[in-house]
């Protein structure tokens, strides 16, 4: 099972961008899927989470009404759309999938994660 992010890049504060996460090997109706981030030099956080079916989403507080987490099981892809983006937002953006909920306090680690992959650059100027 590969999973991919895409769809970082530069933008200014204030502005918005959509990562994209394809995931391939198994169809993802079964996962929760997750968005995770790191900025350079400190721990990975918690971004956000999608049940199987898109009922029910958990957010980060630095990123809850900024953020909106997304998934397209047909298609095998899920979605983070990021508005009113801040320089603290600068990070690399990870994506991952669990067939359950990973705790916000344990989120952090990729080893608590069935699949985890490769990251996005999101680089926000002020």
């Known amino acids: 099972v590969q999973l991919q992010a895409s769809g970082g890049g530069w933008v200014q504060a204030g502005g918005s961008l959509r990562l994209s996460c394809a995931i391939s090997?198994?169809?993802?109706?079964?996962?929760?899927m997750y968005w995770i981030r790191q900025v350079p030099g400190k721990e990975r956080e918690f971004v956000a989470a999608?049940?199987?079916?898109?009922?029910?989403?958990y957010y980060g507080d630095s990123v809850k009404g900024r953020f909106t987490i997304s998934r397209d099981n047909p298609k095998n892809m899920a979605y983070l759309q990021m508005n009113n983006l801040k320089p603290e937002d600068t990070a690399v953006y990870y994506c991952?999938?669990?067939?359950?909920?990973?705790?916000?306090?344990?989120?952090?680690?990729?080893?608590?994660?069935?699949?985890y992959g490769q990251g996005t650059l999101v680089t926000v100027s002020s």
């Open positions: 991952a999938a669990d067939p359950g909920l990973v705790e916000s306090s344990m989120a952090s680690s990729p080893g608590n994660y069935a699949y």
């Open positions: 090997g198994r169809t993802i109706s079964s996962l929760y």
């Open positions: 999608i049940r199987w079916f898109g009922d029910a989403t």
